[in-house]
């Protein structure tokens, strides 16, 4: 099986449809128009350039703590945006979110949740809990008190979001927690962390969730993907914690992994039955970060360009990746991390768009796969004698017509036959 044709063998589904007029009779023999409207599958990107946007904000941009487009140029990406994404991860980093004790930017994050889930966008909050980005004020507390405001943090935002947010990184990156050293700001959250322990922590974060909104899916996170995230993973399932996913990091500044690398990771996390996001995915389209940097952020540069010839290789790249990643069954979700070189992270040209605005080759690669050949176009079709027809294609939202009139259905894997009233 070639690549071109692995991911659509994994996601495709067939559905026996039974067309009907509004007053019950079958739409027999008759031509009718199938469409896809949405994916199921999470085709995901990061949702933090819409912030200001979606609170009407203009003129000086507000601080994000890790980037963001203002609101005059997400404006001009908002159409790109939303005719290839279905899935909006929103920024709930600590320091940003909360930089003064008590003032939270909830109405803020909600009104940009809204409007996503307005153009019919799910959303995912990230993250929870994350030592990185923790704020400077809780490190007057004690030990027992971070605790207790770590909880009391998870609920609120669990809680205030419910509705809006279905989904969460619930904790990022614990493999390092508790060993995270910086010269220059030390951290609650480590310090937590180094206390209580890894798994302990862990615990903490996804039963207080849990416990806020029973029903939200709840993602482990991480960018160190050796064998120490395999043994922090075995350990938390060993103790009962209830994780919902395995969130994977490939933040590929330094160049793409390639599909052999891609699918041992793939394979590896695969054996615990849980489904995989991907949560964190960037290919660069300028020149590639040197391969002796270890922590991406070492690599500090006044400029960092898209070129012609890495906007080919990045549109190539992105291109072998979602395939390969489609291709496994495992993965449930996969969020690219930019739409724009615009404020992106690291002043890497890792976006889909140049600063401009402009799509970039890969933009397009892409958007060929998803709304391209992993996407029913208008199609007819011609029903039987009973008015029934089969329909292919990938999991989501479709519609069928007959004339003036169209019905909704959903195509699912192993669907049972499904009847449309078109009106």
Known sequence: MTWSTAAD???????TLTVRHADGSPCADTEVLVEQVRHDFPFGNIGFDFVGLANEERGE????????????AAERLEDLWLDLFNTATLPFYWAGFEPVEGQPDTARLRAAAAWFRDRGVSVKGHPLVWHTLAPDWLREYSDEDVEKI???RIQREVTSFAGLVDTWDAINEVVIMPVFANE????????????IGRIPTIRLAFEEARAATPATTLILNDFNLSTAYECLIEGVLEAGVQVDAIGLQSHMHQGYWGEERTLEVLERFARYGLPLHWT?????????MPPEIVDLNDHQVDEWPSTPEGEERQADDVVRHYRTLLSHPAVEAVTYWGITDRGAWLGAPAGLVRADGTPKPAYD???????GEWWLAPTRLRTDGEGRVSVSGWSGDYTVSVGDG????????DAPPQEVTVA
């Open 280 to 288: 964190e995915t960037t290919l660069v389209s300028g020149d590639l």
């Open 61 to 72: 941009l507000r601080e994000n703590v890790f980037g963001g487009a203002d609101p005059e």
């Open 150 to 152: 770590v909880r009391g």
């Open 184 to 195: 220059t700001r030390q951290n609650a959250i480590t310090r937590l962390c180094r206390r």
């Open 365 to 371: 690669a892409l958007r060929g796969l998803v709304k």
């Open 406 to 413: 169209s019905g909704g259905f959903r195509l699912r894997p």
């Open 9 to 15: 063998a994994v996601r495709r589904s067939e559905a």
